[in-house]
């Protein structure tokens, strides 16, 4: 619960708006009931609608909020698809949505479906271009503690069989100066079925794994996987690693770094395929010191952790578990403070190893080597 709204800064490309709800639904309780809600800031627009900053009020005494609002158009596939993730997912590192209702657009006088999740001061891209534009690079430390919590975030979600499937700085939140990361924006993920096709044209391109770039419409979640190693290498350098122009020269991109992709897994991945195979080295030496020259910061448990991740054949990419347990992480588990950016005085990290029953049963034998010693 918040403080009354009105003292928000709002510019004059950002006045308020305000609008009675008939059917906002708490998440949590169930409960209906009509709220006023104050809009006033436009924080994003996706490919299926605009999200703003907003608080929500029963009564005009007891504010709620800050929260953001997701509004997508009613009635379409996506729509109930986020809304459904979103109803049953519960972790630390997944955007929480607390309530949702729909209104019709005073606009375009169409229906929209409003989904109101808790609120982060950032984006991991934000945070990433802040260090960039200044000239800086992110601490390690900062890096390790933002990379492991998307792992934790897709341990989760993959055991539900939750491809997230649009993994990017910009679908991060982050709050810098706790640590917290919650990963966001599920319009494009979907319950991925046993032997069921979903479509290959998904994902943004800079993070779309290469049997995506392919054609590939029997994936797994382990498209998510190559989202992560993208996110873990622009972390590192200020910039997506693999930019192409268009989604075939995205290929090239990555065969830059990873040297040609095999002839076997360009045929599993899609037998019609028949564009450019990229067959021939595009570089001199082996991959390992395209990616030490690459991510030279990264030491070798950094280095180590990409190969295992930007791996073109997907049962190759290490699973969130094997991610979770593995050296990279060893600070995190040693140090239980870091530094904010701008702050001179250390800040206990967030709880990073509070699984619940479920968490462990994934992670099985492996907690030992995930969890501080002890913790165990």
Not at 127 to 149: F, G, P, V, W
Request: overall charge neutral; charged content about 25%; glycine content about 6%.
């Amino acid at each position: 619960m918040s403080n009354n709204p009105n003292n928000t800064n709002s510019t004059a490309t950002d006045r308020s708006i305000e609008f009675i709800a008939d059917d906002v639904t708490s998440n949590r309780s169930n409960n209906v009931r009509r709220m006023l809600i104050k809009e006033y800031r436009k924080i994003g627009r996706g490919a299926f609608g605009t999200v703003v900053q907003a608080y929500m009020t029963p009564d005009k005494e007891h504010w709620y909020g800050p929260f953001a609002i997701k509004k997508v158009p009613a009635q379409t596939e996506y729509k109930s698809r986020e809304l459904e993730i979103l109803r049953i997912t519960d972790h630390p590192n997944i955007v929480k949505l607390e309530y949702f209702f729909t209104h019709i657009s005073t606009n375009d006088h169409k229906v929209y479906q409003h989904l109101a999740m808790e609120c982060l001061p950032a984006t991991l891209q934000i945070e990433i271009s802040r260090y960039s534009h200044n000239e800086l690079e992110m601490a390690l430390k900062h890096i390790k503690l933002y990379s492991y919590q998307i792992a934790r975030g897709m341990l989760y979600l993959h055991a539900f069989g939750i491809c997230h499937r649009d993994i990017k700085p910009s679908n991060i939140l982050v709050d810098p100066s706790t640590g917290i990361l919650k990963i966001c924006d599920f319009g494009s993920a979907k319950k991925l079925e046993h032997d069921q096709p979903s479509i290959s044209y998904i994902c943004s391109r800079f993070y779309r794994a290469p049997e995506l770039i392919l054609g590939c419409t029997q994936y797994s979640t382990q498209v998510d996987i190559w989202g992560l190693g993208c996110v873990i290498g622009e972390m590192l350098i200020g910039k997506a690693v693999f930019q192409g122009a268009e989604p075939l020269l995205q290929l090239r991109e990555i065969a830059k770094l990873l040297g040609p992709p095999d002839k076997k897994f360009i045929f599993f991945s899609n037998p019609s395929y028949d564009g450019p195979l990229y067959s021939k080295p595009l570089f001199a030496g082996t991959s390992k010191e395209r990616f030490e020259k690459c991510f030279s910061r990264a030491g070798p448990e950094g280095i180590e952790l990409l190969m295992s991740v930007l791996v073109y054949e997907p049962y190759k990419r290490l699973t969130p578990r094997r991610i979770l347990a593995h050296p990279f992480f060893d600070d995190l588990r040693k140090e239980q403070y870091f530094f904010p950016r701008e702050h001179s005085q250390p800040v206990r990290l967030p709880d990073l190893f509070n699984f619940t029953s479920m968490e462990a049963q994934i992670i099985g034998e492996l907690i030992t080597s995930i969890k501080p010693n002890e913790e165990q």
